[in-house]
């Protein structure tokens, strides 16, 4: 009895320290059940918690339907070794859901998915706003893209996305923007490539806050520099009704259909990004795309060259500046997020590993499959429009292009040469 008691003591404490109060009471009780036949220890404990939640976010059914169905074909053991025995066919399970092309066309049912009110604020700081890309680093080839976040916190609610692990439930203009875009100090005869998309999306805010205003001016204050701004959104007005620097591009993050309704909540969809893309290009504003991230699923390899095969008949090489590839790559505290969440999602349904920087990933074969296929499909760009890799190894661009930059200087002076100074 004391022993029991001992453990029902434990149970209760590992409760606390996992995702067991964010689970249904139906699921609670199955793995409560569990947790004191078995005797599981708080590793076992929260691994089985974890995997419970997951197969709900992925619509495969539930722990308890697999456990049951699975334990009938268990020959009679001892406590120990049949929790040994099921814990290890439960991980084989989870591992063949993830290395399999997960079927988005489906299943998930598309239940819209509501971020948390968001309070906007306006606020003057001493934070500084400019840096390098956070990944850069000499262990993946870089193109040295500094960034500007202008705004902090994003609107819209893309499953894999970092950001929601950075802020509170609040969206911060800089009052300090002008000052701070004017303190930044450049080399005058140096190009910069400055991003606008690191903390929140770059066009979903418009002209708010007088942001874009004064971005826009410091592109004109600094012509050596490529300014960009990077979106899911449609909402160019701003652009449609003022004359825009010739050194700013807008870039499209793009992604399948699927993708898009089972990941990217809140975003405009796939025509939509193409439509605005198009209209900007007919004024003369420079467009790119950006392929960020990829995801290994049921179809990808029609349906991302449909995207291609869509881009190569609307645009014409001289309106395009660049386009990037880049797979999904997760921190761990957005995983954790994700499952907080626990929203109908398929992104943690893969195989992890770490890239360089310690971030989980997909395996690198997998991404060199996906990154040739979408090389080859921009065929008639090579050479004309600057095609790139992001956050990837050198190895992964000589699989997959067959070529590599043999520094990220290089690198940096390729992009200058082949985007502002073309």
Avoid at 61 to 78: K, Y
Avoid at 94 to 122: D, F, M, W
């Amino acid at each position: 009895m004391t022993g029991n008691t001992g453990f029902q003591t434990n149970l209760e404490s590992f409760q606390g320290k996992t995702l067991f109060p964010s689970l249904s009471d139906t699921e609670q009780r199955f793995i409560r059940v569990l947790a004191s036949q078995y005797r599981f220890t708080f590793q076992e404990f929260r691994q089985v918690v974890e995997i419970c939640r997951d197969l709900s976010m992925w619509r495969q059914g539930s722990l308890e339907a697999w456990w049951r169905d699975d334990r009938r074909l268990d020959e009679p053991l001892s406590g120990a070794q049949s929790k040994k025995r099921m814990l290890g066919r439960l991980q084989q399970y989870v591992s063949q859901l993830k290395g399999q092309e997960k079927p988005y066309s489906q299943a998930i049912p598309l239940t819209p998915v509501r971020k948390p009110a968001l309070k906007i604020y306006s606020q003057k700081s001493d934070k500084k706003i400019h840096g390098m890309c956070p990944v850069a680093s000499e262990k993946t080839v870089c193109c040295n893209l500094r960034t500007i976040d202008a705004v902090q916190n994003c609107m819209y609610g893309c499953s894999y996305c970092s950001i929601q692990t950075f802020y509170q439930d609040q969206i911060t203009f800089d009052d300090s923007l002008v000052s701070k875009l004017n303190d930044i100090d450049l080399e005058p005869d140096r190009f910069y490539h400055f991003g606008t998309g690191q903390a929140s999306d770059s066009l979903v805010w418009g002209n708010r806050n007088g942001n874009l205003d004064a971005l826009c001016q410091f592109a004109r204050d600094h012509p050596k520099v490529l300014l960009e701004f990077k979106t899911k959104s449609d909402n160019i007005s701003y652009f449609l009704d003022h004359d825009i620097p010739g050194n700013v591009v807008c870039s499209w993050s793009l992604n399948t259909a699927s993708v898009i309704e089972n990941e990217e909540h809140l975003t405009v969809s796939l025509e939509r990004r193409v439509a605005a893309a198009r209209q900007l290009a007919d004024t003369g504003v420079k467009v790119a795309f950006h392929f960020h991230p990829m995801i290994y699923y049921r179809g990808w390899d029609d349906d991302y060259p449909e995207i291609v095969s869509s881009l190569l008949s609307q645009f014409d090489v001289g309106e395009v500046l660049f386009v990037s590839f880049g797979s999904v790559t997760l921190i761990k505290p957005v995983i954790k997020k994700i499952r907080e969440q626990g929203n109908p999602s398929r992104i943690l349904q893969m195989d992890f590993v770490s890239d360089p920087h310690g971030k989980l990933t997909y395996p690198d074969e997998t991404k060199v499959l996906m990154f040739r296929k979408m090389y080859d499909s921009f065929r008639p760009w090579h050479g004309k429009v600057l095609i790139y890799l992001c956050m990837e190894k050198p190895e992964i661009w000589q699989q997959a292009f067959g070529f590599v930059y043999s520094s990220n200087q290089q690198f940096e002076r390729d992009f200058a040469k082949r985007t502002l100074f073309r």
